[in-house]
Structure formats: C-alpha cells, structure tokens
C-alpha cells in the first residue's frame, strides 16, 4: 500500500509530534525555558509574600502600641472595637492578686506598680492592666508591701514564684512592667536565678537602680552619675518619703535616737558615730560625699540598702531591659536613669519631658503640642514591651 494511505499517528497531548529535525532538541530547550521563568515568579512572588508578612507584623505590634498607649493613659481616642477585660482575684503560684485574662495562651506580663496607696485598686493600675490586656497579654497584678511605701525583699521572692508559675503554663517567657519602685523590684526580679530563661524583657517606667542615689538627690537636690550633676527639683514630700524609708532600716531604738537629732531634740554628735553618719547622709549639702558618707553607715543599712537596690545585682541582669523616666520626675531622680545606663549598658533609654514622675497631665490643647513627643516616646515604649513576646514569622 502506498504510504500516503497510511494512517497518520495521533497527535501528542503536548504539541504535534511531527516536527522537522532537530525541532524536538529546541522544543526541549524551549519548556526547559518556559519551566525556569515560571519558577522565578513563584520565588519572586513567594519572597514577596514572606517579606510583606515580616514587615505587617512588626506594623501590627506597632498600631496595637499606639492603641494600648492612648487606653492606659485615658486618651479620647475611640476604639469601637476594642474589648475590655475585667479582674479576677486569684493566687497565681501562691501569691495573690489580680489576673486580667484575655483568653487562650496569651503571653503574660507581670504588672508591678509602685508605692500606690490603694495598690491594685488604683485606677490608674486599672486602667493600665486593662490596656495591656487588650494588647493579647495576660495581666497578673500581684499584692505586694510596696504599696504601703515598705521596700522588702519579700516582694522580688513574690514576683519571682508568680514569673515562674506563669512561664510553666507554656505561655512562652514573661515581661515583668514595673512603674516607680515597682520597676526597682522587678530589676531584682530579674537579677534573681531562679527566673534565668524565662524572661523576654524587663520594663520600667520611673525607677531607681540605686536606693542611695535617691537619697542623694533627696538630700543635695542633686544626682552625680559618671562626673554628671543633675539636677532634681524634688516633690515637697519626697525628702519625707525618703528619709522614712531610709530610716526604717534600723531598729526602733536606733531610728528613734536619729529622730530626736533630726527634730533638733538633741545635737548629731550626741549619736553614735554610725549613727551620726546616718544624720549626717540626710542633712549633707554635697552629692560628691554621699557615696563617702554611706561606708560609715551601720553595715545592717549598708547591706539592707544593697538588697532594694537593682545597682548591686546589675551585672547579673542579661536580660533585655527598656527604660523609660521624665526629666521632671517629682519622686523618682531623673539620674537614675541615666545610673541606670551605666550599670546596665544593654538597656534601652527613652527620656520623656512632660510627665509628673508616671503621669501625664494634659489641660489645654498646647499642652497636647507640647506632649507629642513624649507620646511618640510612650509609644516606643509600649512598641518594645509587646514585641518583646511576639511569635515573629521566620
């Protein structure tokens, strides 16, 4: 049979096999082609998608910063949207306090506020536990000595069992948030073995590292850090407050001896030489003496002192710390701030102007031109505080 009446082979599902030579070789080079530039696009495109996903994140962290900064400071800034979650009293690793719970395995932050007299009660703690809680933080608020003005090592032992039993409920490692003295405890908190591991960030807002500092500046109405002279225009109280705390120290015959001297009962060279040295560092005029002073104390001060003092365990805090004080502070010196620099140079530093020592007060709109630069510091810090436990994409 002739060959134009055989029947012609089917044609292929990828293209008509009957080619000229030397077509298939270029049709090859041609899907090999083909195959190449459709993989580039889908690296392009997925490299786009991982980049678009690293970069919303940290923009997510940062939108619900600005949200948590304008609740915890009482800000008119509508949130329609925004959940509020209430307290609910209970022991978190045997010590008692309040847990603002958003639900399932949020992180956690220890709240630690300062000398406030109505402690956990204090709107201000309220509010700002409310804030952070609806950030996607789980909130523990725990009662502490601090709030009738006592410094104690019992506190550090409480924020350390409670960090722990938080850690161990898989919710990933804890920010502990102090404000005032309460940030004070919480760099002992972290200095403390038993929490190595298991924090991802020290917070605080107008803390001292150094109870001798404060006194210090409470006594000359200045702080000397690293050759720097600070001034300290101090609250008409704050010379009271510190004086107590130091003297609380002693015993009650002891503190009574340097009352009489200080109520001008009695001359300071009627004290014991100890004794009149603790006169001596209340009244003195001259931040360059204080530290000199301070060896003559009793050693039971001396050492009382370096127990409330974050300064004395800094070289043990590896810990990421942010810290954030107004040049104004009226109860906490603004050279703890900068103490705190020198004796923990990994920290972050973030110096406000205009609030009164953890508070901000807005009256007039000028005052709201004025603060724009402290809220954007604010915001920065609240940035780091919830980045600190984010789940960041690889």
Do not use: C, N
Not at 127 to 155: I, N, S, W
Not at 208 to 215: F, S, T
Not at 283 to 288: K, L
């Amino acid at each position: 049979m002739p060959d134009e009446h055989r029947p012609s082979p089917p044609p292929s599902a990828f293209g008509d096999d009957r080619a000229p030579a030397g077509a298939g070789a270029r049709g090859g080079a041609h899907r090999r082609s083909v195959w190449a530039k459709r993989l580039r696009v889908v690296g392009v495109v997925g490299l786009v998608v991982v980049l678009a996903v690293s970069l919303l994140q940290p923009l997510r962290v940062r939108a619900v910063a600005a949200a948590t900064v304008a609740d915890a400071l009482d800000l008119p800034v509508p949130r329609p949207l925004a959940t509020t979650v209430e307290a609910d009293e209970r022991p978190v690793g045997g010590v008692t306090g309040d847990v603002y719970d958003p639900g399932g395995d949020a992180p956690a932050i220890v709240l630690i506020p300062g000398a406030a007299p109505d402690g956990r009660q204090d709107e201000r703690v309220q509010r700002l536990a409310r804030a952070v809680a609806g950030a996607g933080r789980l909130v523990f608020v725990p009662e502490l000595e601090v709030y009738d003005q006592q410094l104690t090592t019992a506190d550090v032992d409480r924020l350390v069992l409670a960090t722990r039993a938080l850690t161990d409920e898989d919710r990933g490692p804890a920010v502990l948030l102090g404000t005032s003295f309460g940030g004070a405890l919480g760099l002992l908190a972290a200095a403390d073995p038993r929490l190595e591991g298991q924090l991802a960030e020290v917070a605080v807002f107008g803390a001292y590292v150094d109870l001798l500092g404060v006194v210090q500046a409470a006594s000359t109405g200045t702080s000397l850090v690293a050759g720097q002279r600070l001034a300290w225009e101090a609250h008409p109280d704050a010379e009271e407050i510190v004086r107590d705390r130091l003297l609380e120290l002693l015993d009650e015959e002891e503190r009574a001896a340097v009352l009489t001297v200080l109520d001008g009962e009695v001359e300071a060279g009627e004290l014991p030489g100890e004794l009149e040295a603790v006169h001596a560092l209340l009244t003195h005029d001259d931040p360059a003496r204080t530290y000199a002073i301070a060896e003559q104390l009793p050693l039971s001060i001396r050492e009382r002192i370096a127990q409330v003092s974050p300064a004395a365990v800094a070289s043990r805090i590896d810990t990421p710390v942010v810290a954030m004080h107004s040049t104004d502070d009226p109860a906490v010196p603004y050279g703890e701030l900068v103490r705190l620099g020198e004796a923990i140079p990994h920290a972050r530093l973030i110096t406000l102007e205009s609030f009164e020592h953890v508070d901000l007060e807005v009256e007039s709109p000028r005052d709201w031109l004025q603060t724009g630069g402290d809220l954007l510091g604010a915001w920065r810090f609240a940035t780091d505080v919830l980045a600190a436990q984010e789940r960041w994409w690889p």
